[in-house]
């Protein structure tokens, strides 16, 4: 075995399979690629344009399912302001606007907002402002005994804390 044996490289081939290109083919192919190249780069910054003006309009009219589901309660609101307008009966202005706070509640509901529980849970900075402390008698310190402003919860994630009274124990 020589030294040329050795090594692990395929025997050339010496005529080869094609003819080589001329130039005037290979500036044809380079044109070709350079072409391909500048429609490959004006899809992708068109892409990324469209990408971003959708971006932007989701961004802008994301409220919008939520407007079009609170605009049936505006209108139950001045149907009761006109009703009561017309005569006064407040049994029925009372019974109308109570009617929209359970509607307005669905739609929360609908759209993943809950309302955070406050009575007789412990506080939790976290989901509880505390705006007064009392004494209340048979009730741990720490505890809520009631609600000034309900508080609301979007998924996981607090949209306004509960205002509440905390008792300080007996």
Do not use: W
């Not at 929360?108 to 007064?132: M, N, R, S, V, W």
């Amino acid at each position: 075995m020589t030294s040329d044996d050795s090594h692990d490289f395929p025997p050339v081939d010496p005529q080869p399979a094609s003819p080589p290109a001329s130039g005037a083919d290979l500036h044809e192919k380079l044109r070709d690629a350079e072409d391909r190249l500048l429609r490959t780069q004006a899809e992708l910054e068109n892409f990324r344009k469209r990408s971003r003006r959708e971006l932007e309009d989701a961004h802008r009219y994301r409220e919008i399912d939520l407007l079009r589901s609170l605009l049936p309660v505006l209108d139950n609101v001045e149907r009761a302001l006109d009703a009561a307008g017309k005569k006064a009966d407040f049994e029925s202005l009372i019974a109308g606007f109570r009617m929209t706070g359970q509607q307005l509640e669905k739609l929360l509901l609908i759209h993943g907002c809950k309302p955070i529980e406050t009575e007789g849970q412990p506080f939790d900075p976290a989901i509880h402002e505390a705006i007064l402390q009392q004494s209340v008698e048979g009730v741990a310190a720490g505890t809520v005994v009631g609600a000034a402003t309900k508080g609301y919860k979007l998924h996981d994630r607090v949209v306004r804390p509960a205002q509440v009274i905390v008792s300080k124990g007996e």
